[in-house]
């Protein structure tokens, strides 16, 4: 029976590594057959689940592990990791508290509470969870990148800019720590550093359209509108159904003066999102313009959404992709 036993684990294990997790959930559960109380068996189904996408299954399965073996902090940090996937994130938390308590050393679960904790908004506690993970594991670089994201939501820019350089220095081509990187300098008026920001992000992924975007509302604050234009294009080509980024390029061509070109701008934007009131508002305004053959407009009438802080913030919703679980 035991040899049998060790045989499932092994066929378990080496279907897991191959990413053939259906079958591995299926030789785990031979084990559990033999030994319902075989809580490393209920932990690996468990991880085989979730790599799987079997979420809720999973859950169930770190459950029944804990209810064997109830100081498994693995099994905790990856039920918080579950749960999370999930959005049941205060819960979550209470699973990385218990899995701290047993092994406080535990990086990885203090770098996924950290994550959890900024999905609720609570960054300060998010950065002290970063910074406990940190001081476990320094070259974790998404943990530095998190921790920059959190400090860009409190106004803390230029500590943010240290963390995003921490966490470049160690992944240096993630686009996405460059794009947080060109915000937060933007976002202190260092815009000749965020272009190069988000030029590496480019360069890494050329189709990176909220690099796009943000970059083409830099150029629109520093009234350089035609260069605007051009970045706006380049997002309207790989998202053509952004509405917000139609308003803001009509926008950047009142500013040329090129009217009936913003009106057409507007006009797409109304197609994608009907009931856009600053869209209408702005239209008014250009065909006004367009109808006094190039009188001068004021930008005080003019509507512009700010889009990179929004973009940040989505940024924050993506990271618990970042939650790692633990392996056997």
Do not use: C
Not at 30 to 40: H, L, R, S, T
Not at 78 to 107: F, H, M, Q, T
Not at 187 to 215: C, M
């Amino acid at each position: 029976m035991a040899n049998q036993v060790k045989k499932y684990y092994k066929k378990g294990d080496n279907f897991a590594r191959l990413e053939q997790f259906a079958e591995a959930v299926a030789s785990y559960d031979k084990v559990i057959a033999i030994n319902p109380d075989d809580g490393e068996a209920w932990f690996s189904r468990g991880t085989a689940l979730a790599k799987f996408g079997k979420l809720t299954e999973a859950v169930a399965s770190y459950d029944k592990a804990l209810a064997i073996n109830p100081d498994d902090g693995r099994a905790w940090n990856n039920r918080g990791a579950v749960l999370a996937e999930l959005g049941r994130l205060k819960k979550a938390v209470a699973s990385y508290d218990k899995a701290l308590a047993i092994n406080p050393d535990d990086g990885l679960a203090w770098n996924n509470r950290g994550n959890a904790l900024a999905i609720l908004g609570r960054h300060q506690e998010a950065i002290a969870s970063y910074d406990k993970a940190l001081a476990i594991i320094p070259d974790n670089g998404l943990a530095w990148n998190n921790r920059g994201n959190a400090l860009a939501i409190l106004g803390r820019q230029e500590e943010a800019i240290a963390s995003y350089d921490k966490a470049i220095a160690i992944i240096p081509n993630n686009a996405e720590m460059w794009f947080n990187r060109g915000n937060a300098l933007s976002e202190i008026g260092q815009h000749e550093e965020a272009f190069t920001s988000y030029d590496k992000a480019l360069a890494i992924k050329p189709d990176y359209v909220d690099v796009w975007i943000n970059r083409g509302e830099v150029l629109r604050e520093l009234r350089r509108s035609a260069e605007a234009v051009i970045a706006y294009d380049k997002a309207l080509a790989i998202e053509p159904d952004d509405a917000g980024v139609w308003n803001n390029r009509g926008v950047a061509l009142l500013d040329l003066r090129r009217y009936a070109d913003a009106v057409a701008s507007y006009d797409k934007a109304l197609g994608v999102k009907p009931d856009f009131t600053e869209v209408r508002r702005n239209r008014k305004m250009a065909l006004k313009l367009l109808n006094q053959n190039g009188e001068a407009h004021s930008k005080a009438e003019l509507s512009q959404p700010r889009t990179w802080i929004q973009k940040i913030l989505k940024i924050f919703v993506k990271n618990p992709k970042d939650m790692k679980i633990e392996e056997k």
